[in-house]
Nanobody, 112 residues
Framework: QVQLVESGGGLVQPGGSLRLSCAAS????????MAWYRQPPGKQRELVAS???????NYADSVKGRFTISRDNAKNTVYLQMNSLKPEDTAVYYC??????WGQGTQVTVSS
């Protein structure tokens, strides 16, 4: 059974930065695509960024140039570096492994 535990969320002012982490249990972490999703208040969950097992990354247009996804296979961890944060980035951020496994989410609030 895979477990994903996110951390690093919080309250930040517009223009600030946060770094989210997602630690995964279980084996074969390096074989899976890893992704970050977010769900703003009252809206549907959406893909933010993904990183394939080979390192190829993909980003939503709304975060390109501001967010960076990375993975450390030795630590079974995926990261999301978020810079130049905007109020519209406020959401619960979720980590996903492969097609089935989700973390519990971490709240990110961007507000002055």
């Amino acid at each position: 059974q895979v477990q994903l535990v996110e951390s690093g969320g919080g309250l930040v002012q517009p223009g600030g930065s946060l770094r989210l982490s997602c630690a995964a249990s279980g084996s074969r972490f390096s074989a899976y695509i890893m992704a970050w999703y977010r769900q703003p208040p009252g809206k549907q969950r959406e893909l933010v960024a993904s990183v394939a097992s080979g390192g190829i990354t993909n980003y939503a247009d709304s975060v390109k140039g501001r967010f960076t996804i990375s993975r450390d296979n030795a630590k079974n961890t995926v990261y999301l570096q978020m810079n130049s944060l905007k109020p519209e980035d406020t959401a619960v951020y979720y980590c996903k492994q492969g097609n089935f496994y989700w973390g519990q989410g971490t709240q990110v609030t961007v507000s002055s």
